[in-house]
């Protein structure tokens, strides 16, 4: 390979190309190059061999990692520190924006879905059979081909044609609700551009840019990194499918461009520390990009709702089809035989289609797709991601929820209230006009040992009004440090020399600087400030308020002890600011790796100087104690899981109202309570949790004494208490926290967070849930995004996972009565007994696929009864779709109520014809002998036609009845009226217009008449049914009256 054409292939591998105006020269690529595919492989399903040769091939010539820093910045035409300058980042822009495109849509398999899927392949079998029984089987009767079974199949064709679109509309619908919340989470990055430190949409970055990379951000394009603190890590499990984080670093460490540390890949995350980097590929042309092209989309695994849907569309097909089978096999072995002139062929065929017809429950698919466009319609009305729409079911069976406090129970705003000296304590707005002399070198620490800064754009603002780039905790302490006027200088006159982040594990972050205005000796002090607890042992002096260096012990430790407590007790998070002088400090390595920082710290780490401490405020949402008050009486158990101090945490927990007991357990008294631990000694794991007895029990654990409970204690902790606060955790501790709740009990578990510390618990969780203002990392674990940070809003969801529920199981108890019972005892009448259809396949199917599919799409629309958000979670692993209170609802209580009362309807009419019951049953072909001279009379077509369409009308209003009581489990329609009040449900109303709508047109429309041999009806038999409807109303109104009044009775027992 030649020099120019290496150049071309690096060219098409990050999109800059040979132009003058890019300013960046040709790149030397490595001859030799060799790259296994081991981590890449991981992420590849069934790709397509030249898209992987040539993806392989642009990977391998990828060389900028083996580049020496200097090399990166002048091929890119990027400043070391003041980035690319304006006018080379238009030119470049113009080459596209850095944004991965979609992999191609597989509209055929999608197509096939809406074609094929649900109950539509039982119409496709019926379809296909009833045209054979047109046509040819229709030429061997004696009238030849009728067009009544071409008008069914036409029929059938145009409810599948329907079915589909409707299907396709609502995914498409469904989708693109997401898509445009999915919108509002707004990708953004740092960046350096003519010296100043922008935030800048992702989209908008170019190659060459500078970018600046910190924990808990998502890396926004392919970047070689040119600068990285010594505890930089990245998680690259988008990319290569391993958990594990991977150190980051500013030299190459391996010549697999996949797997050495020196670059960062668009989609990963930093999971700890910070870093800047030159982008070197954007969008299409990045590694992730490239493999977005070349595995495809992943199809997602069902829910667990949409498998018992599966489940149970597959036993009623099943059934279904088999009676289909057995009546024409019964047909063929019996009736054909003994009584050849009751039905052939074709007959046969178009009276058992009712089989089919009558056990499926068409209307059920359709109001599972529906509840898609409701449930996104729902979310985001407030403004919530939703991932996989079918989450919010999970969500709807959550019995705990692990919240995280910082950013999630409070509002993430944090402010210095107070300082404090030994034991002066100061108010913030006072400390700079303190004449203290300790109290400069506070400011020192705060000003100098901070790990975030401002955005430079926004300079000119009010430093309250500034955006700041860090985390919560050190943009407080910086706007508190900015504020003093001595504050810039100070910066400008040290040098950092060694900086090693906050993190979840350490809890301190530490800086070392060297003074630049004494050119004789340059002094060098370390800076620290963390966790009190965690500093403290480190501390072996403290500073006076007059400056003084005393030791930190005795009474001195005791007064800074009591201030920490007091504040603490507020629900103030505290922290200790330290200091250190360097004597050394050419002794000192600050060049260190990630893997040599245990070292450094036992090397710094220690006689440290207690300057002073800190309290910031952090105030709840305001939304929380309401949220927290409506999830117990869901009997949701909210559990605070937080790294904050025991006492603040416990104390926030108080003001919230997740603690409402004054007296808190600790592990002490945990592992001392016989009673716990004599419950629990031969539970199994399913009955480990609170009796609805049990008074309400709190408890606080620290995640070092979490790390030493047994299992023993885990039954106690989680079965006994109702109340726990987690305090001190690690993310680790909190991983532990999530699986173990998992295991007891019949825990659905729930995590809330915001932070990098929370990302591998919120992916632990059943369902995780991360704010809409937290870190990349989090949102991207977790399953929910509330993107307007409203705690509340998780109540949208478990209310509307409930309600979807509640409502799919009120529609299967409303078509099943008519369709399992009145449907098809009109074909088993027929079939096995001899008679006439009392419902014609026309009318079964314009039933099933017209007034059902319309009335029981109204019951989506239902609004939660007054017990929804008061009752149990479901357990997802025990409680069922259908159960047996259900089956006794549906075939021993409002089931027999319709078939006998639309089979009475037939016979009454029948009667008044001079038909009677021991002339319709077993008739067989006696039927047509029934007149004097043993002819077939036109009469008797016409009695039957008109006892087909009276036995429809019947039905019609027995479905009325049937759908007003199922609307309600326990509650009184008079107190859930569907036309006002705060159970209004419009489409009640106009669904029952619609079914009312489709009988008038194919009783009363001469078309249908001459086609499906419909005939308008008496006017008695219109008000008759009507009763009947009413009938069946009041006799569940009577039901539900007796389990309201007499709950422990076996009827309230046998309640659904």
Not at 584 to 598: F, G, L, R, W
Not at 889 to 896: R, S
């Amino acid at each position: 390979m030649t020099a120019k054409d290496k150049h071309n292939t690096f060219e098409a591998s990050t999109g800059i190309m040979s132009n003058p105006s890019t300013d960046i020269p040709a790149p030397f690529l490595s001859n030799d190059l060799r790259i296994t595919y081991r981590t890449l492989s991981v992420q590849i399903d069934h790709p397509n061999p030249t898209t992987s040769s040539e993806t392989a091939v642009k990977l391998r010539d990828i060389d900028v990692h083996t580049w020496p820093v200097a090399d990166v910045f002048s091929r890119f035409a990027t400043h070391p520190t003041g980035g690319l300058a304006a006018e080379i980042v238009e030119r470049r822009s113009l080459t596209g924006k850095n944004k991965i495109s979609p992999p191609p849509t597989r509209y055929a398999r999608q197509a096939a879905g809406y074609v094929f899927g649900g109950f539509n392949f039982l119409m496709w079998i019926a379809f296909v059979v009833i045209l054979l029984s047109w046509r040819p089987l229709g030429n061997e009767s004696a009238a030849g081909p009728q067009v009544f079974n071409l008008g069914v199949a036409v029929l059938l064709f145009a409810v599948i044609v329907v079915s589909s679109i409707f299907y396709a509309w609502v995914d498409y619908n469904a989708s693109r609700i997401m898509r445009s919340i999915r919108s509002l989470i707004a990708q953004e990055a740092y960046v350096i551009r003519s010296s100043l430190t922008q935030l800048v949409s992702s989209e908008s970055i170019v190659v060459g840019d500078l970018v600046t990379l910190s924990a808990g951000q998502r890396v926004p394009a392919d970047i070689r990194i040119v600068e990285a603190s010594s505890d930089l890590s990245f998680d690259r499990m988008l990319l290569t499918g391993e958990g594990e984080s991977v150190e980051g670093c500013v030299d190459m460490t391996d010549a697999n461009v996949l797997e050495t540390r020196n670059l960062a890949f668009a989609s990963t995350f930093v999971v700890q520390g910070s870093a800047k980097g030159v982008v070197f590929a954007i969008g299409d042309k990045t590694v992730m990009g490239r493999i977005v092209h070349l595995s495809g989309q992943h199809k997602p695994g069902m829910t667990t709702m949409q498998r018992e849907i599966w489940y149970f569309t597959r036993i009623i097909s099943t059934l279904a089809f088999s009676l289909f089978a057995l009546s024409m096999i019964f047909w063929a072995a019996y009736t054909r035989q003994v009584h050849p002139g009751f039905a052939g062929p074709a007959d046969a065929i178009i009276n058992s289609i009712g089989c089919l017809t009558a056990f499926v429950p068409q209307g059920l698919p359709v109001c599972v797709a529906l509840s898609l466009t409701i449930i996104a319609k729902r979310m985001a009305a407030h403004h919530v991601l939703v991932k996989n729409l079918s989450t919010i079911e999970t969500l709807g069976c959550m019995s705990i929820l692990c919240s995280d406090k910082t950013g999630t129970l409070t509002q993430g705003r944090m402010t210095v209230e107070a300082c404090a000296v030994a034991d002066v304590v100061v108010d913030a707005d006072d400390a700079q006009k303190s004449k203290h002399a300790a109290m400069s070198s506070l400011y020192a620490v705060a000003t100098l040992g901070n790990g975030a800064t401002f955005d430079q754009t926004t300079m000119e603002l009010p430093i309250d009004e500034r955006t700041v780039k860090g985390d919560a905790t050190d943009a407080a302490i910086l706007r508190f440090a900015t504020a003093h006027p001595d504050a810039g200088s100070l910066v400008a006159s040290h040098q950092e020399l060694f900086e090693i982040p906050f993190n979840s594990k350490n809890k301190w972050m530490m800086t070392v600087q060297r003074h630049l205005d004494d050119p004789t000796t340059n002094p060098t002090t370390m800076y620290v400030k963390g966790a009190p607890d965690v500093l403290y042992p480190l501390c072996s002096t403290m500073l006076t308020p007059d400056g003084k260096v005393v030791p930190f012990e005795g009474a001195n430790y005791d007064a800074v002890l009591a201030t920490q407590a007091k504040w603490s007790a507020l629900g103030q998070r505290v922290l200790a600011l330290c200091l250190r002088p360097v004597t050394s400090p050419e002794k000192i390595d600050y060049t260190v790796t990630a893997n040599a920082q245990n070292k450094l710290k036992a090397q710094m780490m220690n006689g440290l100087t207690l300057v002073g401490l800190v309290a910031i405020r952090d105030p709840p949402r305001p939304d929380v104690p309401a949220a927290i008050t409506a999830m117990r009486r869901a009997h949701v158990r909210v559990l605070m899981v937080t790294g904050d101090f025991q006492v603040t945490a416990t104390a926030i927990g108080k003001q919230i109202g997740l603690i409402t007991n004054e007296h808190i357990d600790t592990l002490a008294e945990l592992r001392a309570n016989a009673e716990a631990r004599e419950r629990f000694a031969q539970a199994e794991m399913s009955e480990i949790k609170p009796a609805d007895s049990d008074p309400v029990r709190s408890l606080v654990l620290t995640g070092q004494e979490v790390e030493g409970l047994n299992s023993e204690e885990w039954n106690m902790a989680f079965g006994f208490y109702t109340e726990i606060v987690f305090a001190r955790t690690t993310p680790d501790q909190k991983l532990q926290i999530v699986e173990e709740a998992k295991k007891r009990g019949d825990n659905v578990v729930g995590v809330t967070g915001d932070g990098v510390n929370d990302a591998a618990a919120l992916k632990a969780a059943d369902v995780g849930v991360a704010m809409g203002s937290g870190s990349d990392v989090a949102k991207e674990a977790a399953a929910m995004v509330l993107l307007n940070n409203e705690f509340s809003s998780i109540l949208v969801g478990i209310e509307n996972g409930r309600l979807v529920f509640d409502n799919i199981k009120k529609v299967i108890l409303y078509l099943m009565p008519a369709g399992t019972y009145t449907e098809f005892i009109a074909v088993l009448s027929n079939v096995f007994f001899g008679m006439q259809l009392p419902l014609s396949s026309f009318l079964q199917l314009l039933f099933c696929i017209g007034n059902d599919v319309a009335m029981s799409a109204s019951l989506m629309f239902e609004k939660p009864e007054a017990d929804l958000m008061n009752r149990k979670p479901r357990n997802a692993r025990t409680d069922r779709l259908a159960n047996r209170n259900f089956f006794v609802q549906i075939y021993l209580f409002i089931g027999p109520m319709m078939w006998l009362s639309a089979m009475g309807m037939w016979f009454l009419w029948m009667s008044t014809r001079d038909i009677y019951f021991n002339d319709l049953v077993l008739a067989f072909e006696r039927w047509g002998k029934l007149n004097d001279d043993g002819g077939f009379h036109a009469a008797l077509v016409y009695d039957v036609n008109v006892g087909n369409c009276i036995y429809y009308v019947t039905m019609l209003f027995l479905q009325f009845g049937g759908l007003m009581a199922a609307r309600n489990r326990r509650m009184s329609t008079f107190h859930a009226n569907p036309f006002s009040g705060p159970r209004r449900n419009g489409a009640i109303g106009v669904s029952m217009l619609v079914s009312l709508s489709i009988a008038l047109v194919v009783l009363y429309v001469p078309a249908f008449n001459n086609v499906f041999a419909t005939t308008p009806i008496p006017v008695m038999y219109w008000f008759i049914p009507m009763a009947l409807g009413v009938g069946v109303l009041s006799m569940d109104e009577a039901r539900k009256a007796v389990v309201r009044a007499y709950p422990r009775s076996v009827v309230a027992r046998l309640a659904w």
